[in-house]
């Protein structure tokens, strides 16, 4: 791999994205990792730092358009050419009908889930074109693919970021981009802590009678795609717990 590769992943402080910083390290990546916790994000760099890695942390929030443009138009030099950009930073929030939702947690996955993706891919993509080579992975989810009880927005979001990963690729497909779409199930990280509001009880409670995914599940499958020769696409991973055969139903033992 060659040493100079800039990945960039967004919602690096914690799961998924933190182990794909890891992950694209031990690939040779430079890396630019970002998220909103400025502590979390300190502690991922300093953690990369201590293996040799070559990190640009920046603390943002994807939700706010202006920052998002702000902080990619004004990239170090030696930061700008972004190789791989991992859409990772998103959330679910709550768990309930549609007609008894909460519509505080609506508009932060919605903002999160789908416009922070767009907001980032926006200042990212335009580069790659220029270049003419690059790789875009989103996050989806088996949120995405199937709708379960009470899922409905945060399946909605992840639907939205299934249909935004087939129309990137539709456009950059002239233009030498790679576009992939990676949809896990059940992995146990924050993702159930954010949901239920730092009710660890009952995010435990998801994870427990099944071998769950672990972050490092997601961050191989990561590593595997963009290693693939320059002419391989992957277009769509769906990476499930054997013990969930689909998005509602686990089988607990
Ligand atoms: P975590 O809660 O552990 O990680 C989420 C990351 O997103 C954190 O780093 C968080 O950082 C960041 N983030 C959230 N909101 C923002 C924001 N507005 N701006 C910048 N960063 C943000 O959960 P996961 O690792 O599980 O989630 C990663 C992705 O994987 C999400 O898109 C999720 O929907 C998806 N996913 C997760 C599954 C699971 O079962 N865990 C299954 C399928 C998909 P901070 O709070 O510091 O900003
Ligand atoms: C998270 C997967 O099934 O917990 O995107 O909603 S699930």
Known sequence: MDQSKIACITGASSGIGEATAHALFSLGFRLIIIARRADRLEKVTSDLQTKGADVLSIVLDVRDSKAVENTFQNLPNDWKSIDVLVNNAGLAQGLSKVYDGNLSHWDAMIDTNVKGLLYVSRQVLPGMIERQSGHVINIGSIAGKEVYDKGNVYCSTKFAVDALTK???????????????????????????????????RAKAVYQGFENLVAEDIADAISWVVSRKPHVNINDLVIMPQAQAVAGVIVRK
Not at 187 to 195: D, G, H, M, N, Q
């Open 167 to 201: 129309a990137m690729r539709i456009e950059t497909a002239e233009h030498g981009v790679k576009v992939t779409g990676i949809h896990p199930g059940a992995a146990e990280t924050e993702f159930s802590i954010v949901r239920f509001e730092g009710d660890s009880e």
